[in-house]
């Protein structure tokens, strides 16, 4: 088949522009024919590699309507909505109805925000979408759950599907550490864009109530600043963090690394850790794709108690605080230090979930998805 996803798309610095690029490559590897219709921000032109067909700015409408045209005047057969409020133009990312409205070829809805409680107009953009797909693609059982009752999408649209984690080659703990620079150091790590809501302070906090038991401990914060808080903001929120370090006087055990990780460097960051943190303050956080690597990486986490980590981590699988509580996840990653048969049995856990989550694995389970409905999609035209 010949599909079409819209999205960010690399070499946007965005978190779906990576899943749009790897969900791209593995249909391909499934043999389907797959093109991108890249959503631009204000940054400008991006110089895209030559699958992306069609380059649309976020906040000029009229070019959601030329898409929806193009798509329905070009040889595709199927289009893939990721769907992210933050996005898409107009307000909380309303323009992207413009192109649904005016598309007349089918498409399926990737969801990767799914709120419990959203207002009148969030409700309304997402509940439409769902209504006008032929399918709607959740990344946990609580977001189906939501779908339906919330957003009232039809139970027979909805399918679960992992996020995907790509396969990372694994390197000695102690090998990848001395690279580093953190040869015989607890390491806790953390990864992914830095910006209020992320809860690394979260993170900064909990290291000072462990700092006395283990003095050598590091705390790695891997990631820039998202390019568009930095536009808003600069470096405000990175600037507040490191006033917090030196007011707990933790200079010696938080180190940055202040850019956007390729997957190699994202391996050999998560196969180091001792324990991965993934501290959300919010609870309502319904995917998070930096637990997903880690537990495609079978990593000992650690995490606040949002929709996805209780989801993911259930049955063992990880060690999740009542609250987003920083003493509390002190008292977590303590008990993963101090315990290698705890450590050994939470990596094991994770690791054998995170083998189903490959996006070898993802991508095969995406084409039967486009498979069944395309076939439901034929027979409702016969009939």
């Known amino acids: 088949m010949n599909i079409a996803i819209l999205s960010t798309y690399f070499p946007r610095e965005c978190g779906i522009a990576s899943f749009a690029k790897d969900l791209r490559n593995n249909l391909m590897l499934c043999g389907e024919q797959v093109s991108i219709l890249a959503i631009s921000d204000k940054n400008g032109y991006y110089n895209y590699p030559p699958e992306v067909v069609f380059d649309l700015e976020e906040d000029n409408r009229d070019q959601y309507v030329i898409a929806a045209e193009f798509v329905n005047t070009a040889k595709i057969d199927l289009v893939f909505v990721e769907h992210e409020y933050g996005i898409f133009g107009g307000n909380n990312g309303a323009f992207v109805l413009d192109f649904i409205e005016n598309l007349e070829k089918p498409f399926i809805l990737n969801t990767h925000t799914v709120l419990p409680s959203p207002d009148f107009h969030k409700r309304r953009i997402l509940s439409t979408l769902g209504q006008k797909s032929m399918a709607v693609i959740c990344m946990t059982h609580r977001s189906s759950e939501l779908l339906n009752k919330v957003y009232n999408i039809p139970l027979n649209k ?73 536009k808003k903001m600069g470096e405000a929120y990175r600037d507040s963090l490191v006033e917090l370090i030196q007011a707990l006087e933790v200079d010696n055990n ?38 997903s690597y880690a537990v495609g990486c079978g990593r000992a986490i650690v995490s606040t108690p949002y929709d996805y980590a209780l989801e993911v981590l259930a049955d063992g699988r990880g060690l999740i605080a009542n609250d987003a509580n920083p003493e509390e996840l002190a008292s977590l990653i303590d008990k993963i230090l101090s315990d290698h048969q705890l450590k050994e049995n939470l990596e094991e856990k994770a690791g054998k979930l995170g083998k189903t989550m490959t996006w070898p694995q993802v991508g095969k389970r995406y084409v039967s998805i486009i498979e069944n409905i395309m076939q439901t999609e034929v027979e409702r035209k016969v009939f």
Request: glycine letters at 10%; zero cysteines.
């Open 158 to 230: 909805l399918y679960m599907v992992h996020h995907g984690v790509p396969i990372f080659e694994e390197k000695p703990r102690d090998e990848t550490k001395r690279i580093y620079g953190v040869e015989d150091r607890p390491l806790v790590v953390t990864f992914g864009f830095l910006g209020p809501g992320k809860g690394i302070e979260l993170g900064i906090k909990a290291i000072s109530f462990l700092k006395e038991k283990y003095p050598d401990i590091i705390y790695l914060v891997a990631g820039e600043t998202h390019p568009n808080l930095r």
């Open 254 to 291: 938080i180190r940055f690394i202040n850019k956007y990780l390729s997957i190699k460097e994202l391996g050999e960051v998560l196969y180091m850790a001792d324990v991965y943190l993934t501290p959300y303050p919010h609870r309502n956080q319904a995917v998070s794709g930096t637990l």
